[in-house]
């Protein structure tokens, strides 16, 4: 848990001068049953604003992205 913690501090900080990054409000064991019953009994649906607010957010991280040699940018996150 405090690798996957600083994992992911790191990379927030990547892309952020001061990381926001805080403690869970949850326990571990908690959460991972949460997201197990979720999975098998909840079936979410992406309204046209939500999905349109996605892909602007989506849009706007790859901006922040570094210019690689060839030119281009490029962003370590994928769109999961």
């Known amino acids: 848990v405090d690798s996957d ?7 927030v ?3 952020y001068e001061t990381p926001n990054v805080v403690q ?5 064991n908690l959460l991972r049953d949460y997201i197990a019953y979720a ?6 649906e ?3 604003l939500a999905t349109r607010e996605l892909i602007s957010a ?3 991280m790859r901006k922040m992205g570094a210019v690689n040699g ?3 940018r ?4 994928t769109p999961r």
């Open 24 to 28: 869970p409000p949850l326990d571990q």
């Open 46 to 48: 992406l309204s046209d």
């Open 13 to 15: 900080g990547l892309y």
């Open 70 to 72: 060839n030119g281009t």
């Open 5 to 11: 913690r600083r994992l992911a501090q790191h990379l």
């Open 58 to 60: 989506y849009l706007e």
């Open 74 to 77: 490029t962003i370590s996150a």
């Open 39 to 44: 999975r098998d009994h909840i079936y979410p």
